[in-house]
């Protein structure tokens, strides 16, 4: 199943789904072309030396390391960080041997920052940090079109507000005391917002 099909309520909806912008893939794309040129200059220019073979082993395990490290720890990165955007959430997962992940409501985000950068300027992506009201801000880096995604997210947040809006206003304003049938004493209903603050009638309803 695809992240984050499994984490999703009923009726939740995935909007947007992201890996970072594929323009951080540069730089590593750039040094394998050096690593591999530069390895096989090496080696057409030890081939006339003695104990050749030895050399173009070294050169090989060096070679192999130096793809290892800025190339495909990178790429690995890249195609393994997450950034999902639903009708109800944030989410984020990053990380292939070593998972870190996050889930957001957008009912609890408080303050968006943008952070861009000239060359973000140029290529068009930047860093995004979300601020909710009980986690420490999260912070999503190298995110491409960024004012789409910031538009999107205040459309969702001011639609997840007015859904939540609308729930406690179809709620009855009077009957919050009910009398039942018989001499049993009057009992009050209340119903808690997604604040934690009651107020009077609703659908869940508890008694006091």
Known sequence: ???PDHLLARGEKVMLHKHPTPKVLVVPIALFILIIGGAFALAAWVRDQNNHVIYWIVIAVVAVGLLFWFVLVPFIKWRFEHFVITTHHIFF?????KRREHQIPLGRIQNMETNVSFWGRIFGYGDLTVESAADQP????NVAA???VQSLLNQLI??????GDGMGSAAPRQGSQTRPAGNRPTAQYTTDDDEG???PGGDNTSRR
């Open 146 to 148: 960024l004012t789409k």
């Open 93 to 97: 997962r990053a990380g292939f041997f």
């Open 158 to 163: 001011d639609d997840d507000r007015n859904r």
């Open 138 to 141: 999260l912070s999503f880096y």
């Open 197 to 199: 603050n009651d107020f």
């Open 1 to 3: 199943m695809a992240y």
